[in-house]
């Protein structure tokens, strides 16, 4: 074949070649159409139209797959969930005699912060060389336990706990998963699981015998967020759990809304031999091991940088650039002021009548907040205003502060106003 003959045959393999691609590529593909919750009521005021209108610019712009996923991260309880899954598991294994006793009997190794008092106490109160404690049957111990943790005394009224960073930790939460220790991770999603079979399936406002108390014994979700969540995950949004109960509670619990256990984040046990410690894993400048950093309120915002947006060392401490952080937020409690503050785009929050909170959230400096009643037995109106301009923030030491904006002014005193009608 001469040079020319070759080079015609070439030329028309060519277009032959180039026809049939252009004949086979697709038609441009068609824009997301972004989906809007299907839940109205229980939506305070224009709330879900603003939830609609933020879910289709984010939709439109980022969750298409052609870019990075925008973060959404919610709160659990009392955000998710009506009530505290924390203290349903700890109901649980106080009824079900779970909860191992330290070794010797020495119960300031559950906790760093445990005060003297606290550790004498449970231990006169709480037997040694069993098991596990029969707390199903033993009130006492059962009234111990159950005081330290829910109300942060010994049932003598002695402090529990001291010593620690009000803005990085609650030893009270964290006790629960320091009693954890001794099982494994698997055990512990059983026993959560039973306590949320029992749980579910108690009438609302239902109570339950602990020791010699009558303590909350049901839990529901919200069904407004479950579809909220359904709503932002349908819409291409990353959606992650941040709760400061223990992890493996938080994963049982999680999936009843649609969110798998490698989107939860909740306090994290080390483990030795398969089996939890009474020690937590590490977040920025605090290493495993040295307990000052859990999943609450400045603790939040560095597990969540740290896991979610991948930021590494101290830098996981400091807020991050816009680009870099969460574009939703939403939470119940002052225990989630920072990661909410964090948000760039929407700040849900549900109204508990909690200072700092309600300070932020009604003062509304940059328009992103937006304000619900709870949608189980919401809050009745506060009837005095919150306190930003006097004692509304608690200060790492435990001194009650003005609420200030970022410029260093204070927030004026808020009214409630949003709340059920009468």
Sequence with gaps: MNNRLRTSVATAALALATTGLAAAAPAEAKPRECPTPTISEGWYGDNR????????????????????????????????????????????????????????????????????????ALGDACPTGVRTLPTSTDARCADEILSVYGGGATTGGEPAFDGFDRRRTEPQYAWLAQLLRGWTTRQVESFAAAA???????????????????????????????????????????????????????????????????????IRNTTEHGRLTAHFKGCGTVRDGEDEMITYIDGKRCWINQEILGVRGPAAERVQPASRRQVFAAGDSDTDISFLRDATGLRLVLNRNKNELMCRAYENGDGRWIVNPMFIEPKK????????????????????????????????????????PS
């Design 381 to 420: 109106r506060k009837a005095t205003p919150y306190p930003c301009a006097t004692t509304g923030y608690t200060a790492g030491d435990g001194t009650p502060q003005p609420v200030r904006r970022p410029d260093g002014t204070v927030i004026p005193d808020q009214q409630d106003t949003v709340f059920p």
């Design 196 to 266: 949320r079979t029992e749980n579910l399936a108690a009438p609302q406002g239902a109570t339950q015998q602990v020791g010699t108390a009558r303590v909350t014994g049901w839990v529901r979700y919200y069904e407004q967020q479950r579809d909220l969540i359904r709503t932002l995950k349908a819409a291409g949004f990353d959606v992650w759990i941040v709760s400061a109960s223990p992890e493996p509670v938080v994963d049982v619990w999680a999936k009843g809304v649609g969110v798998d256990p490698s989107h939860t984040i909740g």
């Design 49 to 120: 139209a603003r939830l609609d209108a933020f879910i289709a610019e984010h939709c439109a712009d980022r969750g298409d797959g052609n870019g990075k996923k925008p973060v959404a991260v919610f709160d659990w309880d009392n955000t998710v969930i009506k009530n505290d899954v924390g203290d349903a598991t700890l109901y649980w294994l106080l009824r079900n005699d779970r909860i191992r006793p330290p070794r010797d009997g020495d119960w300031s190794t559950t906790s760093r912060h445990l005060t003297p008092g606290a550790a004498a």
